[in-house]
């Protein structure tokens, strides 16, 4: 077997495996949802303790869910046993991660962590297990293999920890009324946050660099106004100043090779009516999301009275350090 074909293999055992998870999916997981909530609205937090891979999967989890607002800590389960307890409290949410749901480490720890008034929940693939017959709630990670061709290595079971690990914080996420602004509080640092901070009229092209022309001028003097902002595009105007269409050098090239006369044609008859455009009060993440899902590399920038104040040119992105 090639190495690719053993990469695809690899996928496609993982995919089968977290379509069995989703399979199992039942009313515990709405149980595990509102018993988060329920903790977190009294300033509890979840405590996640795991063994091995199963640990590092935790580590993943906790960063998930403290950075969309559930405060989470993963507490070793040796050290916990040496003092490290203390960061439990009454009215946490305890997440057990142990696949065979038997390991000795974790089970050595329940009882302690049980002399808390806490919630346990277990992902675990044996809902027989010790682990499960001692938890709350039990979330069923059972996976029909490993994607290790000895069947021992964690592989697919990890990958189904971890997506059920989003899946509760995403689940959390919505049911709190979580918001892009509160993601930006979290995340002030690094593309992520610049993004979900500034707003577009901060990073937009203005004045000279903006280029806007009324719908009656020709063609060959739009061209001198896009030469003189630099730009490859101008919103056209109507005779009170809104917005009306855009024209951009890739029309030019288009409608050049079909219209011998297009110079001395008037914007209003070559123009895109109707543009993509957004406001300048928003969010810079919101015009990432319109570069993303349409096929454009300018962006224009209205006011509330649907004028243009601004460009936004995909290529000064990278520069800005947003994307």
Partial sequence: MSHLAKAREVFDIELAALKAVRAQLDASFNLAV??????????????????????????????????????????????????????????????????????DELLNLLPAIKRFAVKIISFTGNAKSSLARHSDLVLAVKVPKEACPFNLAPTSSTTAM????????????????????????????????????????????????????????????ALMVMTRARSGSLAVVNARGKLAGVFTDGDFRRRMAEDANLLAQPLKSVMTRKPICVRQDALAVEALKIFDQRNIDDLIVVNAKNEPVGLIDSQDLPKLKIM
């Fill in 34 to 103: 509102e018993t988060i909530i329920a903790a977190l609205k009294q300033r509890g937090k979840i405590v996640i303790v795991g063994i091995g891979k199963s640990g590092n999967v935790g580590q993943k989890i906790a960063a998930t869910l403290t950075s969309t607002g559930s405060p989470a800590i993963v507490l070793n389960s040796v050290d916990a046993l040496h003092g490290d307890l203390g960061i439990i409290n009454d009215g946490d949410v305890i997440f057990a991660l142990s696949y065979s749901g038997e390991s």
């Fill in 162 to 221: 971890l997506v059920m690990g989003d899946a509760l914080a995403m689940a959390v996420l919505q049911a709190r009324g979580f918001k892009q602004s509160d993601f930006a509080k979290y995340h002030p640092s690094g593309a992520i946050g610049r993004a979900m901070l500034l707003r577009v009229g901060e990073i937009m092209r203005q004045g000279e660099r903006n280029a806007v022309a009324g719908e009656d001028i020709l063609v060959r003097e």
